[in-house]
């Protein structure tokens, strides 16, 4: 059976990572926005401590696969983008999972307190929509079309403020 490539047009640009397939509700909405501009993404439950050798593995080759940006969620003490970013050099966004004990006040301090070095953009908690337009928006200055995109998504945002009805 022949073997079909990939185009460049399928190929992901967007990695996202999640530390638990528990996870994968709150990031839904980043794969919708994804789908909805058309960008060509891919998903990995990779945790920083239960999967550590395959998390760096994925990091540590993502440039050379041509992602363009990484998201990674994770909840509790959330070192998965950190450590993520620890080896790459593309953007890493973090998404702050809510938790159950603390709501994720831990997943957010423990993302978005990176010290000076190695950064991580972090999103609210749960804040997975915005992550993907962060990463669109990353990646815009590359591809005029997801500029346009985006400033199509902006005027919609717009509309429906000034269309509604109080
Ligand atoms: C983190 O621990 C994950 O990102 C998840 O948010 C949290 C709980 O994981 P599970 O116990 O549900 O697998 O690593």
């Not at 999103?123 to 995109?149: C, Q, T, W």
């Amino acid at each position: 059976m022949a073997i079909k490539r990939k185009t460049r047009e399928e190929r992901p640009l967007v990695g996202i990572m999640m530390g638990s397939a528990s996870d994968l509700e709150a990031v839904e909405p980043a794969r919708t926005i994804l789908k909805e501009f058309e960008i060509p993404f891919e998903m990995k439950v990779l945790s920083a401590h239960r999967t550590p050798d395959q998390a760096l593995q994925y990091a540590a080759e993502a440039e050379s696969r041509n992602l363009e940006v990484i998201i990674a969620a994770a909840g509790g003490a959330a070192h998965l983008p950190g450590v993520v970013a620890a080896k790459t050099l593309l953007p890493v966004i973090g998404i702050p999972i809510k938790s159950k004990s603390l709501n994720g006040l831990d997943s957010l301090l423990s993302i978005v307190q990176m010290p000076a070095g190695i950064p991580v953009a972090t999103v609210a908690i749960d804040g997975a929509a915005n992550a993907a337009l962060l990463a669109i928006a990353i990646m815009a200055g590359k591809h005029p079309e997801f500029r346009s995109k985006l400033r199509r998504y902006r005027k919609t945002l717009e509309e429906k403020v000034l269309n509604a009805v109080v």
